[in-house]
């Protein structure tokens, strides 16, 4: 028993310097667009082309982008806005399958544990886009539409990209979630949906321009 209460003592040790170590890092680097999608779409994919176009407007207009730092739809986004002004980033995760650190990172952080890394896409993101990807992208994006739902950020645009990927999993949520009442008609109007990479800009960044006017913290105050 003593033996498990030390390795749980040492757990909580480890979650607290990889929590202090990506805040320390992300402190200053100020808002960021948060870009989601599977690490199997490679360069030949019109997804990640469309990654990689849409960080880079993201990237001249001033706003970083934060990626899962691998391969694939991250790896095009990360080299949209690499040779922007804005800071390209990458928050790694270790995996035994598909994860390696892409090289167009101004800022690479590696994380063990996804809720801190999941933390840390939400605490700077003045907008997400989430391209076509498999369970973890998947899980992104509810976890987001949840805090969203439940209050516990400020909403922010949560872009999907790729209509026709998408449509099945919204008919579904319209038919089925909507339908037996577990979800409200209000929640499937916290996410837009398109195929256009200015379109998809576009919302993200006016909603992000109408916010300057004061300061925007995705963390509640009891956090």
Not at 164 to 178: F, N, S
Request: aromatic fraction near 12%.
């Amino acid at each position: 028993m003593d033996d498990l209460r030390a390795r749980e003592a040492w757990r909580v040790l480890r979650i607290q310097a990889e929590l202090v170590d990506g805040i320390e890092h992300l402190a200053g680097i100020g808002p960021s667009v948060t870009i989601y999608g599977s690490a199997r779409l490679g360069p030949e994919s019109v997804h990640y082309q469309n990654a990689r176009a849409l960080a880079k407007r993201f990237g001249e207009s001033g706003l970083n982008v934060l990626t899962g730092g691998g391969p694939g739809i991250m790896e095009g986004a990360n080299e949209g806005a690499f040779d922007t002004e804005s800071c390209s980033i990458g928050l790694n995760i270790e995996l035994p399958h598909e994860q390696g650190a892409n090289r167009y990172q101004d800022l690479c952080l590696d994380f063990r544990y996804f809720f801190v890394r999941k933390l840390m896409f939400v605490k700077h993101a003045v907008g997400f886009v989430v391209f076509p990807g498999g369970f973890g992208t998947l899980d992104e994006l509810f976890e987001a539409l949840t805090l969203v739902q439940t209050g516990k950020i400020q909403p922010f645009p949560i872009v999907l990209f790729g209509v026709d990927y998408w449509k099945g999993l919204i008919d579904w949520m319209t038919q089925t979630m909507l339908a037996e009442g577990c979800i409200d008609a209000d929640d499937v109007k916290r996410f837009y949906i398109t195929d256009s990479v200015e379109d998809a800009f576009q919302h993200v960044f006016s909603d992000y321009s109408a916010q300057q006017d004061g300061h925007r913290d995705n963390l509640p105050p009891n956090v």
